[in-house]
C-alpha cells in the first residue's frame, strides 16, 4: 500500500479539522447532550468511517479496506472498554454531568496524542525488529488471559483505585474544596488552587496510556500498514464522547464484554505469533528459517471471526442483563 505524502496531509488536515468543530461546539456550551444529538453525531461518525473505508477500497483495493475495517472494529470495541472506565472516573470524582463533555473531549484529544506516538514507535519497532510480533502477541494473549481469570480489576468500580501520579498531584498540588465549572484552576482568598478537575484528568490521561498499550499492539496484528493503523484509531475514537451520554448504563450491562475482548485479543495474539512464525528468521528457532506449516490469517478469516465475537459478546450480555432485572423484578 503507497500512501502518498499528499493522502497524509490530506487525511492529517479532514481529521484535524474535525476535531476542531468538536473543540468548538464544547467550548461555546458545555451541556449534557440530549438523546437525538448523541445519536446523530455517533451515526454521522459511523458513516463518516464507513465513507471512509469505501474510499480506501476503491484507491487501495479490497484488502486494505478489509483491514481498515477489522482494525477500526477492534479498536471501537477497546474503546468502548475505555468508556466504561472514564464512567467509573467520572463518578468517582462527582464530575458534573453538564461538564463531562469537556472532561471526555479533553481525554480523547490525549488519546489521540497517545496512540500516535504509540504508532509512530510501533512502526520503527516493526521495521527494525521482525520477532517484535512475537512479543506482541505474547502480550496480548497474556491480556486476554487475565481478562479470562478475572484479574484485570481495572473495569471493577470497588476495585478503583487511584494510580501513583493521581496520589502524587493530591498530596503536592494545593486543590480546591470543589470544582469551578470546567475550570483548572481557581482563586479562593486570594491563592491560585487546581480543582479537581484536574486530578480528573490526570486519572483520564493515564488510564488513556494503559489502553493504549493494549489497543497499539492489537491493531498491528491486524495490519502493517501506519495509515490504517492511524486512522482506525483516529475513527475509533471519534464520536466516542457522544457515544458516552447515548450507552449511559448500557455499558455496564455488557457484562460479557471482558470475556469478549479476552478473545478478540487472544485471536489476534495467536494470528501474531503463527504469522511470525510463517516469517521467522530468528537463529533459535526453526534453525533461523520460517515454520512450514504455520499458515497467515487472510483479512476476510479475521473480520468475520472478529465481528461473530463482537456480535456474540453484545447479544448474550443483553440477554443476561434481561434475564436479571426480571428475576429482580420477580423476587420483589
Known sequence: ??????????????????????LVVVGRRPHEPSLRESTSWVVLYVALAVGFGLWVLGRYGADSAGEFYTGWL????????????????????AVPRDYQQKVLLIGILIALVLRGVFIAAGAVLISRFSWIFYVFGLFLIYTGLKLVRGQDTSR???TFKENVLVRLARRVLPMSQGYAGAKLTTVVDRRRLVTPMLIVLIAIGTTDVVFAVDSIPAIFGITREP?????????ALMGLRQLYFLLGGLVSRLVHLPAGLAALLCFIGVKMVVEALAENNLPFLNGGEPVSWAPHFPIWIS?????TILAITTMTSLISSVRGRRAITGRR
Open 1 to 22: 500500500m503507497d500512501v502518498s505524502y499528499l493522502v497524509w496531509a490530506v487525511t492529517l488536515v479532514g481529521l484535524t479539522g474535525m476535531l476542531v468543530v468538536d
Open 74 to 93: 477492534v479498536e471501537y470495541s477497546l474503546s468502548v472498554d475505555n468508556l466504561f472506565v472514564f464512567m467509573i472516573i467520572m463518578s468517582r470524582f
Open 156 to 158: 471493577d468500580p470497588s
Open 227 to 235: 495509515y490504517l493503523v492511524f486512522t482506525a484509531n483516529v475513527f
Open 303 to 307: 473480520l468475520p471471526v472478529i465481528v
